[in-house]
């Protein structure tokens, strides 16, 4: 089984920063990809950022040059800094990887954490 445990969220206000984290646990091979997804409230989910194994990382437009997404492969560990914050950022945030184990290639979702910027 894997397990995918983020952290890190909370409430900021607008200006501010946050750093999450999301922690791959469980019968792992390596992973390929790993990425950020957000979901405001009735809106779609749509992907924030993604790093592959070798640190080659993309953006949405709405998020570039304010959130820096990067990898501990040691600790199957991606993190998502957050800078410059903005009330539009406000969504719950999850974290999805491309996990290879004994079963193959899988993808998984983490449980979210809820991003809130407010004055």
């Known amino acids: 089984q894997v397990q995918l445990v983020e952290s890190g969220g909370g409430l900021v206000q607008p200006g501010g920063s946050l750093r999450l984290s999301c922690a791959a646990s469980g019968s792992i091979i390596s992973i390929p990809q790993m990425r950020w997804y957000r979901q405001a409230p009735g809106k779609q989910r749509e992907l924030v950022a993604a790093i592959s194994h070798h640190g080659d990382t993309n953006y949405a437009d709405s998020v570039k040059g304010r959130f820096t997404i990067s990898r501990d492969n040691a600790k199957n560990t991606v993190y998502l800094q957050m800078n410059s914050l903005k009330p539009e950022d406000t969504a719950v945030y999850y974290c999805?990887?491309?996990?290879?184990?004994?079963?193959?290639?899988?993808?998984?979702w983490g449980q979210g954490t809820q991003v809130t910027v407010s004055s």
């Open positions: 999805n990887d491309d996990i290879r184990n004994q079963r193959g290639l899988i993808n998984y």
